[in-house]
């Protein structure tokens, strides 16, 4: 029998750090628990302001939610974040530096902060993320802000978990072009351009506005602006988490299909998930690998072994 994940989600809503910490493990582990946990605290969740900050490794993402959370603590805010690394293992070193470098609101009851690395498939870790917001937004924080590594496509989906997209940028890289060729452009709600200290900063901003120029915006939808930060010093900090609540306010109807269409991606990947575990334990055991084998084997092709073993869930109807 399975346990219930009643008592840890009623521990998980007051807060508790332990427990907090125990559900996030739960789902980072996937299967049964973690669908019956999430499916204990889903009903809690939808107050949560997601706010994902990506960019290149080291344009000072880390430095700057460790910014953001002054200012939020500031203003009473209380801040769950979720360091997410698609690129490195499980004890990666970018996940040790980004523990290391927010230590300092360790002991604050009202941040809680977690790293989490890839465990398996990196669609995994984009499910994991998800639910992993679930968590912290019944856990009753007021912002979660996920802080992912990197500017490809595995990044963009783990983006797409969140309300609202910061971009990062840094001068003098070249890192800053190759972000907006990745097609990060598109998720960008807000751009930051970073280590504004350095040279170079200008010529960054008057690159991504020449961007937008190219783009029409209606009157009354949001226009990304484009900030400049100083992690380091917290400079331009305040600036960005006006420009957060701001797109808040204005972008209702962004936000409110945003958290449809990511419904209709959850449901449609859990309900892809349950055929698949359902056609797996009605297969008799080596038929799917026998099936992999004739195809790898060119005896068979890869539309027509999935047909043949989809026809086992749902088999072709017979006319008479
Ligand atoms: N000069 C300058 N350095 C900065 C600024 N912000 C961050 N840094 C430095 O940049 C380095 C990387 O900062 P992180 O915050 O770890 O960057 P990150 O993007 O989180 O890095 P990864 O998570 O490893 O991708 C650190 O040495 C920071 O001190 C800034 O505004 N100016
Ligand atoms: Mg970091």
Redesign the pocket.
Known sequence: MRRSPHALADRVRAAEPRAIARALSIVEDAGDPAADLVAALHPHGGRAYLVGIT????????????ALVVELRRAGKRVGIL?V?PSSPFSGG?VL??RV?MQRHAPDAGVFIRSMATRGQLGGLARATADAGIVLDAAGFDYVVI?T??VGQDEVDIARTADATVV?LVPGTGDEVQALKAGIMEIADIFVV?????PGADHVMADVEGLLALQSFAPGTWRPPVLR?????G?GVAELLDALRGFREQSAAILEARRRSRSAFRVREALAAVLMERLESSLGAGELDAMVEQVASRRLDPYHAAERLGSRLFPPEVDD
């Open positions: 960019g290149a490794p080291g344009a000072g993402k880390s430095t700057l939610v460790d360091a690394d970018a530096g980004d470098r802080e590594v990197g990062v970073n280590k504004a200290d350095r930060t100083e992690a380091v010093s400079s």
